[in-house]
C-alpha cells in the first residue's frame, strides 16, 4: 500500500480559491453574515486551512427567505422556456470551468481529482436533465366519466425551498436539488454542509453569470444549522425542505417540518449490501466492488457497507478483492497517483477506525489494512474484513470509510435475510450470471435501487432515493421536477352542454 504525503497549496489552487465568493448570497448580493462572523474551511489532506467565509446566522437565514418569497410569484410565472435556456447556459458555464470545480472539491472535500472530475461531469448533467424537463411537466385535460364536466389538471410550482445539502458530493448534491427546483418554477435557500462550501459558493456565482434572477437562489452557509434553519422551517412562507443526510437529523427534519405540513424530500443513510453469489463472474464482481466501496473513499451513501458472498467463493472473492485494495495509493487528491484521498476530518476517521478495531475485537481479520495512515490528514488504509459474524456493530451502522466487511450465505434465502437485516433501504448490488436470479432479489431486496452486476447505477436519468428509513421522495430523472411540484385539479362545466 502506497503512501503519498500531503503538499502545500499551488499557485494555481492559491489563486483559485480567491476567486471563490466568500460571503453569503442573499438577493443577488454577496454579502458578509450581519454578526459578521467567519469560519475556516479545511483541506482534510493536511488539516490546514483553505478559506475563511461568512458564517450565517438567523438574521441572515431570515433575508434570504425573505428575498426568495419576493420573487416567487414573478419566478413562477417565467416561461418554462426561459427557465431550461438558463440552466442550460448554467451546464455550458460549469463544463467550461470543469478543471476549477474538480480542483475546488479535491481541496475542500479530499476525493482524488480524476473522481472530482467524475462528479463534474455527473452533477452538470442534472442542469442539462432539467433544462429539457422545464418545458415538458405537462398536466393533462379530460371529461369525467358522467360527461358532465371536463377535467383540467396542471402542475404548479410548491413555492419556495429550503435546500440542505452534504459535505460528501459538494456539486453534484447542489444540482440534483437546485435545477429541479429552478425548472419547477420554485425560489430557493440552500444551506450548504459547513465542511465543504466552497464549491456551492462557486456554482451559485456560475448560475448568476447564467442569468438566474436575484433572489431565485441564496445561499446561507454556517456553522450553526439549526440556528439558521430552525427558525425557516417553522415559517409559514416556506413551502418545500429538501434534505440530504443522516437519518438522524432526517428524523429531526420531520419531526420540525410536520408542524406547517412542509412537502419533504429526504435521501438519508445506507447500508447497502452487496452480494456475491457462486455463479457471478468474480472479476466482475470485484471491479464492482471496488467501485462500490472506494467512490469517495467510502463515503457515499450508496457506497457498498455489507459484502455477503456465498460461501463457495467467498475465499476467492476476498483474496482478489483484498489484492486490489493493496495496490491503492493513498495521498492527496491533487496528486495524479492517488487513487484513494482522506477522510473529511478526524472525527470520522476515528469512527472507521473504532467499527474496524470493534470487528477485529469480536473475532475479524483484517486481510489488508485496518488502521490509519500515520502523518498529517485523515487518511485510513483501505481495508477488507473476513470472518465478520452477523450482528457486528459494523453491519449495521454506515462505515463512511474505504472498509469492506465480508460475511458469507449458504443459499439465496439467507442471502436475502441478510440483506434486508437493516432499517435502511437505499440500494443494493447483486452479481449473478442468472438473469432470473437477479430480477428475484429486485423483487425480494427491500430497496429503493439495485445495481445488477454493476457497482455504480447513480445517472440523472434515473430515480435517486430509497425505502425504510433511507428516505422519502425521489431526486432525478422524471420523477425529480414532481418532488418540487403539486397538482392542481379545475373542475369545469362542460362546454358541449352549455
Not at 459474524?389 to 462505515?399: D, K, M, V
Request: glycine share 10%.
Amino acid at each position: 500500500m502506497t503512501v503519498i504525503a500531503a503538499t502545500e497549496l499551488t499557485e494555481r489552487e492559491t489563486a483559485l480559491l480567491a476567486s471563490v465568493p466568500t460571503g453569503l448570497l442573499i438577493n443577488g448580493e454577496w454579502r458578509s453574515a450581519a454578526s459578521g462572523k467567519t469560519f475556516t474551511v479545511e483541506d482534510p489532506s493536511t488539516g490546514g486551512a483553505l478559506l475563511e467565509i461568512a458564517d450565517a446566522g438567523a438574521q441572515d437565514g431570515a433575508d434570504a427567505l425573505d428575498a426568495a418569497v419576493a420573487i416567487q410569484e414573478e419566478w413562477a410565472a417565467t416561461a418554462p422556456r426561459v427557465r431550461a435556456e438558463i440552466l442550460r447556459r448554467a451546464f455550458d458555464l460549469v463544463m467550461e470551468r470543469a478543471d476549477d470545480f474538480a480542483l475546488l472539491m479535491t481541496l475542500e472535500m479530499g476525493k482524488p481529482l480524476a473522481e472530482a472530475m467524475g462528479e463534474v461531469k455527473y452533477g452538470a448533467e442534472f442542469l442539462r436533465w432539467f433544462s429539457e424537463e422545464a418545458s415538458r411537466s405537462f398536466g393533462r385535460y379530460s371529461s369525467n366519466p358522467e360527461g358532465t364536466q371536463h377535467i383540467l389538471v396542471q402542475k404548479k410550482p410548491v413555492g419556495p425551498c429550503l435546500l440542505i445539502t452534504p459535505w460528501n458530493f459538494p456539486l453534484a448534491m447542489a444540482t440534483r436539488k437546485i435545477a429541479p427546483a429552478i425548472a419547477a418554477g420554485c425560489t430557493m435557500v440552500l444551506k450548504p454542509a459547513n465542511l465543504t462550501p466552497l464549491t456551492s459558493h462557486l456554482f451559485a456565482q456560475i448560475m448568476i453569470e447564467a442569468g438566474l434572477p436575484a433572489g431565485v437562489l441564496n445561499v446561507v452557509s454556517t456553522t450553526d444549522a439549526g440556528g439558521v434553519t430552525g427558525p425557516l422551517i417553522k415559517d409559514s412562507r416556506l413551502r418545500k425542505l429538501s434534505f440530504t443526510g443522516s437519518t438522524p437529523v432526517g428524523k429531526r427534519l420531520l419531526a420540525d417540518a410536520s408542524a406547517n405540513v412542509l412537502r419533504t424530500s429526504m435521501e438519508l443513510g445506507g447500508n447497502a449490501p452487496f452480494l456475491v453469489f457462486e455463479d457471478a463472474d468474480l472479476d466482475a464482481a470485484v471491479d464492482g466492488a471496488m467501485a462500490a466501496k472506494l467512490r469517495n473513499m467510502g463515503e457515499a451513501c450508496t457506497a457498498a457497507n455489507r459484502f455477503l458472498a456465498h460461501e463457495s467463493v467467498a475465499e476467492e472473492f476476498a483474496t482478489k478483492f483484498a489484492a486490489k485494495m493493496s495496490a491503492m495509493t493513498t495521498g492527496r487528491g491533487t496528486v495524479p497517483e492517488t487513487k484513494v484521498g482522506p477522510l473529511i476530518d478526524a472525527k470520522s476517521r476515528d469512527k472507521v477506525h473504532s467499527l474496524v478495531s470493534d470487528a477485529v475485537a469480536d473475532g475479524a481479520t483484517a486481510i489488508v489494512g485496518g488502521a490509519p495512515v500515520d502523518g498529517a490528514g485523515y487518511f485510513y488504509q483501505p481495508t477488507v474484513l473476513t470472518g465478520v459474524e452477523p450482528g457486528a456493530r459494523i453491519l449495521s451502522e454506515e462505515i463512511f470509510g474505504p472498509v469492506a466487511p465480508i460475511v458469507t450465505f449458504k443459499n439465496e434465502d439467507e442471502a436475502v435475510a441478510l440483506a434486508n437485516d437493516t432499517e435502511y433501504g437505499l440500494v443494493a448490488y447483486v452479481f449473478t450470471k442468472d438473469h432470473n436470479r437477479g430480477m428475484r432479489m429486485a423483487n425480494r431486496i427491500e430497496t429503493g435501487m439495485m445495481g445488477l452486476n454493476a457497482g455504480v447505477i447513480s445517472n440523472a436519468a434515473a430515480p435517486f432515493g430509497g425505502v425504510k428509513q433511507s428516505g422519502l421522495g425521489r431526486e432525478g430523472s422524471v420523477e425529480g421536477i414532481e418532488e418540487y411540484q403539486y397538482t392542481q385539479y379545475v373542475g369545469m362545466a362542460n362546454p358541449n352542454n352549455v
